[in-house]
């Protein structure tokens, strides 16, 4: 399945962005469900997670300032970023995973990415 991020962009410090993520198939779902991001010339990294009873885990570097959630009824991820600086600048991708985890190599399936640019 593919899962598709929308709502990139290219912002201001302080600002704020809200990205979405949708699976090409509707029917699709999954036990939890994260955001991980790549910022340049580093390694992927976890930034939240949700499953499927509430659960939510955070990255401490955005612990205060993003949210994950989820709207069953379109079947769709959010991550809302708030205060943005230029150290969340990277690529955000969605992914999926069978259980509740924090860790990249755990996510099974993923989107393609969004870019998050944020400059002084």
């Known amino acids: 399945v593919l899962l598709v991020e929308s709502g990139g962009g290219l912002v201001q410090i302080g600002d704020s962005l809200r990205l979405s993520c949708a699976p090409s198939?509707?029917?699709?779902?999954?036990?939890?469900m994260g955001w991980l991001r790549q910022p340049p010339g580093k390694e992927r990294e976890f930034v939240a997670a949700l499953d499927k009873i509430g659960g939510r885990a955070y990255a401490d570097s955005v612990k205060g300032r993003f949210t994950i959630s989820r709207d069953n009824a379109n079947n769709t991820l959010y991550l809302q970023m708030n205060s943005l600086n230029p150290a969340d600048t990277a690529v955000y991708y969605c992914a999926s995973s069978n259980f509740f985890t924090s860790t990249p190599k755990n996510f099974v399936y993923w989107g393609q990415g969004t870019q998050v640019t944020v400059y002084s």
């Open positions: 198939d509707p029917t699709f779902t999954s036990y939890a």
